[in-house]
């Protein structure tokens, strides 16, 4: 009934709560000097994940973010397949989730304060986290999200972000939850001047298309457990002391850019995303 009864009797803890308890619940663990693998996103506020980081540091524990994609064996083969060229130079890289998630609309996931925003920041700062993994730093982007589909949503529950970076790169995530049906589902398109790389999650396939010829490059036999993959990692980095893939700051960056969108959105301008 009171989780501060276990803190002498563990090493580390995974926090899965909902948003508006992260900051609180993860202090205290890290305060009591226990590693953290903090479900993302990491809190509601710049101001607490900073307190956190700054915790973990004082602390000398490891704070890693869960940010579960980065560690999903499709993911890190296109990561993979685009650092070796096989598709030749990347200039758009596309994301796509669509699904149906509704809950009462007094449910923390539908608030505002609770959620810390809509569906772009609950679900999609996955994906803005992939975007910034795979494309580097940022330059500026624009948000627009809607909750016309998704009325028991009091933010948007429909989410389509552009992000330009240098050279001439773009970006572009679109993820809803108020899909009824779907086609993509859960899909990565990575044009390159050579031919396009395509991660089928869904379909648990990555593939190489050249013109009218198409390769599959890797196949998945089952579901993946790049959840396993995740907590394999934070381990790991306790017992070697190394600084998680998903970290603190690497995490930050990820919600520095979602709320600049947030804020662009409100003035109808562009976000400047230069010092995320």
């Keep these: 009934d009171d989780y501060h009864a276990v803190l002498d009797l563990v090493d580390a ?15 205290d ?6 590693h953290v693998l903090l479900e993302k996103p990491m809190a509601n506020t ?17 704070l890693m973010i869960a940010y579960c994609m980065r560690f999903h064996p499709l993911i890190t083969q296109l990561k993979e397949a685009l650092d070796a ?4 130079d990347l200039f758009q890289l596309s994301i796509w989730t669509e699904q149906h998630t ?24 996955h994906y803005i986290d992939l975007l910034l993994w795979f494309l580097g730093q940022p330059l500026r982007g624009m948000h627009m999200g809607t909750n016309h589909g998704t009325p028991w949503m009091e933010r948007e529950g429909t989410s389509n972000v552009c992000l ?41 396939q990555l593939i190489l298309h050249r013109g ?50 947030y804020e662009a959105e409100e003035n109808a301008a562009w976000a400047d995303l230069c010092d995320i």
């Design 164 to 204: 330009e970076f240098s050279q001439g790169r773009l970006g572009y995530h679109f993820g809803t939850w108020g899909a009824r049906g779907s086609r993509l589902r859960y899909t990565v398109h990575a044009h390159c001047d050579e031919g396009l790389l395509e991660a089928d999650i869904s379909g648990k």
């Design 85 to 88: 060229r096989l598709a030749g």
């Design 46 to 62: 710049e101001t607490e994940c900073i307190d956190l980081i700054n915790a973990a540091k004082r602390q000398g524990v490891t």
């Design 212 to 261: 009218s010829e198409r390769h599959i490059l890797y196949q998945l036999a089952h579901s993946s457990k790049h959840t396993e993959n995740e907590m394999s990692h934070f381990l790991d980095c306790v017992e070697k002391g190394e600084v998680p893939l998903t970290s603190g700051p690497s995490a930050l960056r990820s919600l520095r850019a979602i709320w600049r969108l």
């Design 29 to 34: 663990c890290i305060e009591a000097g226990k």
């Design 102 to 125: 509704e809950r009462q609309p007094d449910s923390w996931m539908c608030r505002a304060e609770t959620l810390g925003g809509g569906q772009l920041f609950s679900h999609g700062c």
């Design 13 to 27: 803890a995974l926090i899965a709560l909902p948003h508006h308890l992260h900051h609180e619940v993860a202090m």
